[in-house]
């Protein structure tokens, strides 16, 4: 009998829990995935997922109507257990109200729908963290997605060669960091640029292309905001050289796909669980700030209204990293 994950919180968390799908399918065979819209089609292709099913929690399926209505396809599936990394009412209503015979969570919150709640570890990677849901996590589980061939041409066709990826977009205005332009127009000194993001980031890929032509020499970068599918993006960030993001989505795409990563952190630290994990990355971060870190996710805009933790980290400090990993190279 199939193997249901419920797994519908922000992207780069579903990008964290693939690890833990590996794991599962490795002991039950591939698994089926509720996800979000946004989410679905990156694990539509990921080797350990037999189907994916979209739940559009805040658009077509939202409210207790809608979780009754998928409770209901669900319970057509007769699945023989459910993991359930998100702690969330919804995802515990879900599970109970198909149910799933074996229903399993981290402690906490509604755990008294599951029938069996394990504790979530408090430190470590969340991805490790996550994996403490498997009922036996010996092997090595990576994070990884796999775009399809299409994708990759998607990629090759916005740029040939060598480049380096910035991400510069967040969901958290406070998250960002201000100086994405200048490094783009130092940075294509060495190497081509591509900024990449969703619809919502094409003004700020718009800027930061305009900012980078302001400079010397011939310059390249291409502003791929919006010009590509989620996993057109990955496929994209799989081929660069780096990638610099804030702490967001795309960091974990990075990793998922074998890119070395430069991470810049301001109200949010590390220490959360969220960093990069693959040896040589850098996370970029201002130490001694007592105001920092401010939240665990990062606010709208910095409550003390400075903005030191990310104003204070500097281009020259950037670029040494990139330059740290191996990824510039001195054109002609
Ligand atoms: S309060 Fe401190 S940590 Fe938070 S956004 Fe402002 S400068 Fe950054």
Redesign the pocket.
């Known amino acids: 009998m199939p193997t249901l994950v419920i797994q519908t919180a922000f992207l780069g968390d579903v990008v964290l829990t693939t690890p833990l799908l590996s794991a599962l399918a490795a002991r039950h065979g591939p698994v089926d995935v509720v996800t979000t819209p946004v989410a679905a089609p990156l694990l539509e292709t990921h080797p350990a997922v037999r189907k994916v099913i979209p739940y559009d929690k805040r658009g077509t399926d939202r409210g207790w109507g809608g979780v009754r209505n998928l409770a209901e396809r669900l319970k057509r599936d007769r699945y023989a257990r459910a993991y359930l990394p998100h702690r969330s009412l919804r995802t515990a209503a879900l599970a109970f109200l198909a149910r799933i015979p074996a229903r399993i969570g981290f402690r906490g919150g509604w755990s008294f729908l599951y029938t069996e709640a394990r504790p979530k570890p408090r430190t470590g990677h969340e991805t490790d963290r996550l994996l403490a849901l498997a009922d036996d996590a010996s092997g090595v589980y990576p994070p990884h997605l796999r775009p399809t061939p299409e994708d990759e041409e998607a990629a090759a066709r916005l740029i040939e060669g060598a480049f380096v990826a910035l991400a510069p977009g967040s969901i958290w205005g406070?998250k960002r960091w201000p100086y994405y332009g200048e490094l783009a127009r130092q940075l294509a000194d060495y190497v081509p640029v591509v900024v990449v993001g969703g619809p919502d980031d094409v003004g700020l890929g718009e800027e930061i292309r305009r900012a980078a032509e302001g400079g010397e020499g011939r310059r390249r970068v291409v502003n791929a905001c919006g010009k590509l599918t989620l996993r057109q993006s990955a496929a994209l960030i799989g081929r660069a050289r780096a990638l610099v993001t804030n702490d967001s989505a795309p960091l974990h795409l990075a990793t998922a796909m074998g890119t070395p990563v430069v991470a810049l952190f301001?109200?949010t630290v590390t220490e959360f669980g969220f960093g990069p994990v693959r040896p040589g990355d850098a996370a970029l971060g201002i130490d001694g700030?007592q105001?920092?870190?401010?939240?665990s996710h990062?606010?709208p805009r910095?409550?003390?209204g400075?903005?030191?933790?990310?104003r204070e980290l500097t281009v020259p400090a950037v670029l040494a990293a990139i330059e740290e990993l191996g990824a510039l190279r001195r054109r002609g």
């Open positions: 406070s301001g109200p700030l105001c920092r870190p401010c939240s990062g606010p910095c409550p003390l400075h903005h030191r933790c990310m």
